[in-house]
């Protein structure tokens, strides 16, 4: 009884440390440039089925903001999201999301020359379900930048990342269209192009030079 209460313990500990010596794998086959592991850890293409559908959903939700502030505007916009959507986004993520893309990354071989670990940007790691991993991480240097989540599923008897929730879009793209401006209080009229105040009558004469030569 006593080596089955000690087999279960161990074994329950080698189930919660595993999710993080994956990490501590992960981290080794970026410093590496690994591509192997990398593949192992990383389901790339359950990643990039993923992000396709946020990027269009993104997308989509765009142009249907701006259809509420110009509704042709808007009804174009989404018409083309949902024709060349997919494979627009398809085609940009195929190529961004690969082994290979993510070991050239800017930040990832300046980490990998300096051998540094990438410690620092991980905010928050543990089970949010039984077979269930969440990884959150931000990078250190920039105050404002969006928080990363990454899930880890357990596949057989290892972990591999499936799924990365990429920041809002409004993060990425400006809005398309800004509101206009409240005029502040006091202020004169606004002018037109020809300079006169909204509303003011138009001299005939300015307008038809032809009538001002005959006056």
Same mark, same amino acid.
């Given at each position: 009884?006593?080596?089955? !209460?000690?087999?279960?313990? *161990?074994?329950?500990?080698?189930?919660?440390?595993?999710?993080?010596?994956?990490?501590?794998?992960?981290?080794?086959?970026?410093?590496?440039?690994?591509? @192997?592991?990398?593949?192992? *850890?990383?389901?790339?293409?359950?990643?990039? =089925?993923?992000?396709?559908?946020?990027?269009?959903?993104?997308?989509?939700?765009?142009?249907?903001?701006?259809?509420?502030?110009?509704?042709?505007?808007?009804? *174009?916009?989404?018409?083309? +999201?949902?024709?060349?959507?997919?494979?627009?986004?398809?085609?940009?993520?195929?190529?961004?999301?690969?082994?290979?893309?993510?070991?050239?990354?800017?930040?990832?071989? @300046?980490?990998?020359?300096?051998? @540094?670990?990438?410690?620092?940007?991980?905010?928050?790691? !543990? !089970?949010?379900?039984? +077979? &269930?991993?969440?990884?959150?991480?931000?990078?250190?240097?920039?105050?404002?930048?969006?928080? #990363?989540?990454?899930?880890?599923?357990?596949?057989?008897?290892?972990?591999? *990342? &499936?799924?990365?929730?990429?920041?809002?879009?409004?993060?990425?793209?400006?809005?398309? #269209?800004?509101?206009?401006?409240?005029?502040?209080?006091?202020?004169?009229?606004?002018?037109? &192009? +020809?300079?006169?105040?909204?509303?003011?009558?138009?001299?005939?004469? =300015?307008?038809?030079?032809? #009538?001002?030569?005959?006056?």
């Amino acid at each position: 009884m006593r080596r089955l !209460f000690l087999l279960i313990l *161990i074994l329950l500990a080698i189930y919660l440390a595993y999710p993080y010596w994956t990490l501590y794998r992960l981290q080794n086959a970026l410093l590496s440039n690994n591509a @192997e592991t990398l593949k192992k *850890i990383v389901d790339f293409p359950a990643v990039r =089925a993923n992000m396709q559908k946020q990027v269009q959903g993104g997308l989509l939700k765009k142009s249907q903001e701006l259809g509420k502030k110009a509704p042709v505007l808007g009804d *174009i916009g989404e018409a083309l +999201t949902r024709a060349f959507g997919p494979s627009v986004v398809g085609g940009s993520i195929d190529s961004l999301v690969t082994p290979e893309a993510v070991l050239s990354n800017p930040t990832v071989v @300046e980490h990998r020359e300096n051998q @540094e670990g990438f410690g620092d940007f991980l905010k928050w790691a !543990f !089970f949010s379900a039984p +077979t &269930t991993f969440t990884i959150q991480s931000q990078n250190p240097e920039k105050a404002d930048a969006p928080v #990363i989540t990454s899930t880890m599923n357990l596949e057989g008897f290892r972990w591999r *990342i &499936t799924d990365i929730d990429l920041p809002p879009l409004k993060t990425l793209v400006p809005d398309m #269209i800004a509101p206009a401006p409240e005029p502040e209080a006091g202020a004169p009229p606004r002018t037109r &192009t +020809t300079g006169r105040p909204e509303g003011a009558a138009l001299d005939e004469r =300015a307008v038809r030079p032809d #009538i001002a030569r005959q006056l």
